[in-house]
């Protein structure tokens, strides 16, 4: 059965504050000094109550990498070609991209969803190397209109929704964001925009390492778009369907979805941070559910983090999207559920409490 986007945004509950104090006083009494694993111990804690229980598993990793196209390529925005993108898609199902790398290392699994990208995919979608959830052959040019239809938009959410249930269901216990998409920078930049109202300037970087002229066009795309379409910041449907892409919306429904099932999410950089805005917008609660991998270099991502309320675990200058920083961060997290679910507290472990071990810098 296929899940509509307000009901989903009227199911997501809160993470249990019932089970985070159970947590916070468990892991309190670790055999160790007092809080002395610092953020660990808080994303322990975060994950007993996502998962409502003192011996949460995350084994099971799926990154979900959202591929799609932009139509504000056209104004120059990028030094990379579109073609790009679906030359990308081949990759990451030849298994030889960054994410393949790094998601071979936590163990993760990498599922490509087509979420509107300009070439055409279907073979690969027919033999199941790819989720095909095509909205339309890449996103309308948003210095020119808006860059979907409101409908395209509620799509492409409850698109990102769906495939984040079907691997629910397949027995995922921690899903990751990514992302695919030449020119999407320009789109995630316009939604913080957008939603905040910060000027097209301060929210807008270099993206792959484009030159000034290129960002200057780029600034003057997003200023166009925002005045254009006028997207209102208190509806998140329409800020995506007037500035965002398939892509981001597929993000924000994965993150709507995983807080839906019960299920942790790691947010990757720039894009997907993107659209954990937009799900935030939608469903103040997602946020209980979302952990944040990384800081990219794309200088607005803190501005993002920042709205969000979210700590990232890394800050290793990385820029490179496609879900990197989420599986890079996914050993992180299954060492936080292995903290609260393995260690011992002082008396289940034989271990005299002392001054020294109650000590906290």
């Known amino acids: 059965m296929e899940l509509k986007l307000d009901v989903v945004v009227e199911g997501i509950e809160p993470a249990s504050a019932d089970w985070r104090r159970q947590a916070r006083d468990y892991l309190s009494n670790l055999a160790i000094p007092l809080w002395s694993l610092g953020q660990l111990l808080d994303l322990a804690e975060q994950l007993a109550a996502i998962k409502q229980t003192l011996k949460p598993s995350v ?174 910041p208190g509806d998140p449907v329409d800020v995506l369907a007037k500035v965002g892409g398939f892509e981001i919306g597929g993000i924000a429904g994965v993150i709507l979805g995983a807080a839906y099932f019960k299920v942790p999410v790691v947010v990757d950089g720039f894009i997907s941070t993107a659209g954990a805005l937009l799900a935030k917008r939608l469903a103040p609660q997602a946020v209980d559910y979302m952990i944040a991998a990384h800081c990219s270099m794309e200088f607005a991502h803190r501005q993002m983090l920042q709205e969000l309320g979210l700590r990232p675990l890394l800050d290793l200058d990385m820029r490179l999207g496609e879900g990197t920083g989420a599986a890079l961060a996914m050993n992180i997290v299954e060492a936080a559920a292995r903290v609260i679910g393995e260690m011992l507290t002082f008396e289940a472990a034989g271990v005299a409490r002392n001054e020294a071990l109650e000590y906290t810098p």
């Open 59 to 232: 084994r099971n990793k799926v990154v979900v990498a959202m591929a799609g196209d932009h139509g504000v390529v056209d104004e120059g925005v990028s030094t990379c070609p579109q073609e790009v993108t679906p030359q990308m898609v081949y990759n990451f199902v030849a298994g030889g991209a960054g994410i393949n790398a790094i998601a071979g290392v936590a163990g993760a699994r990498v599922v490509v969803v087509d979420m509107g990208v300009v070439a055409d995919l279907d073979e690969l979608a027919r033999q199941g190397k790819i989720i095909s959830c095509k909205i339309g052959r890449g996103t309308g040019n948003m210095a020119r209109g808006p860059a979907m239809t409101r409908e395209q938009a509620v799509q492409s959410l409850e698109a990102g929704i769906g495939v984040a249930g079907q691997l629910v269901k397949e027995g995922a216990e921690l899903l990751g964001t990514g992302d695919m998409g030449i020119g999407n920078t320009t789109p995630s930049s316009a939604v913080l925009a957008a939603l905040t109202g910060l000027p097209a300037r301060e929210v807008t970087g270099r993206g792959t390492g484009i030159d000034d002229q290129t960002l200057a066009r780029k600034i003057g795309a997003i200023e166009r778009g925002l005045e254009l379409n006028r997207p209102d």
